[in-house]
């Protein structure tokens, strides 16, 4: 059974830099693409970025491009999202997801078999 634990969230002040951890248990992590949503609150859940199986390719969303990085550690299991230049609007809830893949491309924002329960960010001004 896939399990998929966020960790790294918090309060954190605008212009601060942070990074999530996504670890994955009871399967071949190289098995999978990985990506990252988050949630803010009143609104939609929104793609945030994805990464290949390889970790050699990655996807993020048109509007986020710039300030978010996301890679990988397929020893340890963990994927991982770090956030530069934090503001008050990257207040939410932060999910990472799996995808059973045999293609060697970042995912993008559908078919995600398994998801996490989430890793609250604040930023305050």
């Known amino acids: 059974q896939v399990q998929l634990v966020e960790s790294g969230g918090g309060l954190v002040q605008a212009g601060d830099s942070l990074t999530l951890s996504c670890a994955m248990s009871g399967v071949t992590f190289s098995n999978y693409a990985m990506g990252w949503f988050r949630q803010a609150p009143g609104k939609e859940r929104e793609f945030v970025a994805g990464i290949s199986r390889n970790g050699r390719d990655t996807k993020y969303a048109d509007s986020l491009k710039g300030r978010f990085a996301i890679s990988r550690d397929n020893v340890k299991k963990t994927v991982y999202l770090q956030i530069h230049t934090l503001n008050p609007e990257d207040t939410a809830v932060y999910y990472c997801?799996?995808?059973?893949?045999?293609?060697?491309?970042?995912?993008?924002?559908?078919?995600?078999?398994?998801w996490g329960q989430g890793t609250q960010v604040t930023v305050s001004s």
């Open positions: 997801a799996a995808k059973f893949t045999f293609s060697s491309f970042a995912p993008n924002d559908r078919g995600y078999d398994t």
